[in-house]
């Protein structure tokens, strides 16, 4: 993947266009790579969160 930037510029010369082309491939695999990294730190949130929620349930039955 590329990106494109197209700016207008003024020259002596009259109005010209500045176009810049940059590769984002290791960008957008970075991209990826945070995106899943995420979905698995939300994954594990969710995991604690039930343990903990099951554990308060199993003291409240527990308690005289």
């Known amino acids: 993947p590329?990106?494109?930037?197209l700016s207008a510029i003024q020259t002596g010369e009259?109005?010209?266009v500045l176009a810049m082309i940059a590769d984002i491939t290791e960008r957008h695999r970075l991209q990826l790579?945070?995106?899943a990294r995420a979905a698995e730190?939300?994954?594990?949130?969710?995991?604690t969160t039930q343990a903990l929620r099951q554990?308060?349930?199993?003291?409240r039955q527990a308690e005289p």
């Open 41 to 47: 730190l939300e994954q594990a949130r969710d995991r």
């Open 2 to 5: 590329v990106e494109i930037n």
């Open 55 to 59: 554990g308060a349930e199993r003291n």
């Open 14 to 16: 009259g109005p010209k």
């Open 33 to 35: 790579e945070v995106e």
